[in-house]
């Protein structure tokens, strides 16, 4: 954790050197992005494992949408924090403009209308008003397009946001599920209990991948927009399938 100028210039370095493995003249724009990205959600994890004792215990919102605008979140999490300044500051005396690390965040593509932005007020909202809530949604690969004029044409080529993954996501194996559809269902009595059974079916497994949700002044309720990504049941790939 840092309080000051100092203390964030040397959490700052480390995190360089034990996340990604290189020191700070090594380093690319990209890689002092990802970790002062780590080092807000080192900090948020801090404050979430601080404050379990005032989460609700009681009853919690998750909230369901197929698009979630939340845009991009170093700023506005530097904002909330109310250190922009300082980490500007400290930054800055490492030779490093922030502004710079601002233009490296993607603008995640999880969709493209009005009611993915209203999704994500919600999630912000909840935040901000102590409510421990949580959004669902799908980890789009391509949830975006790009436009281009090519020979005097329209053409979309598609918005790969994840190529260089999505720092502030956290995967998480364990919670994955196993989802099943097509096949077909039968019936079987089972000590005098009637059981249905799906088989022949195709399976995905649905990963989840949990992006930390903060809003202004209220460092009591960090939440989670939790995002699915399908992914395959096989350990090894099915050559079979390409007979």
């Not at 002092?32 to 080192?42: D, N």
């Not at 965040?105 to 409510?131: K, Q, T, W, Y």
């Not at 799908?138 to 044409?153: D, P, S, T």
């Not at 995967?171 to 088989?199: C, L, N």
Request: contains cysteine.
């Amino acid at each position: 954790m840092f309080i000051d100028k100092e203390s964030f210039k040397e959490a700052y370095i480390m995190k360089l050197i034990e996340g990604e493995g290189i020191t700070l003249d090594e380093a690319t724009q990209w890689d002092k992005f990802v970790a002062l990205v780590a080092l807000l959600k080192e900090k948020m994890s801090y404050y979430r494992t601080m404050n379990k004792k005032s989460m609700a215990q009681g009853k919690q919102i998750f909230y369901f949408s197929m698009e979630f605008l939340i845009g991009k979140l170093l700023h506005n999490y530097l904002v909330n924090f109310k250190i922009e300044e300082l980490v500007r500051a400290g930054l800055s005396e490492l030779s490093i403009n922030l502004d710079d690390l601002l233009e490296q965040e993607v603008d995640p593509g999880l969709g493209n209308g009005g009611l993915g932005r209203l999704a994500a007020c919600f999630l912000d909202s909840m935040a901000f008003l102590g409510i421990e809530g949580h959004g669902n949604g799908i980890r789009y690969k391509y949830g975006l397009f790009e436009q281009k004029i090519v020979a005097g044409n329209q053409v979309e080529v598609a918005d790969n946001w994840l190529k260089n993954g999505y720092p502030w996501e956290i995967r998480k194996p364990d919670k994955a599920i196993v989802v099943k559809f097509r096949g077909s269902v039968r019936t079987k009595v089972i000590e005098g209990k009637t059981s249905f059974i799906h088989e022949n079916y195709e399976s995905v497994l649905a990963v989840p991948y949990d992006v930390p949700i903060m809003s202004y002044d209220n460092l009591l309720y960090i939440n989670n927009l939790r995002l699915w990504s399908a992914e395959t049941t096989c350990g090894e790939l099915d050559l079979a399938c390409f007979n």
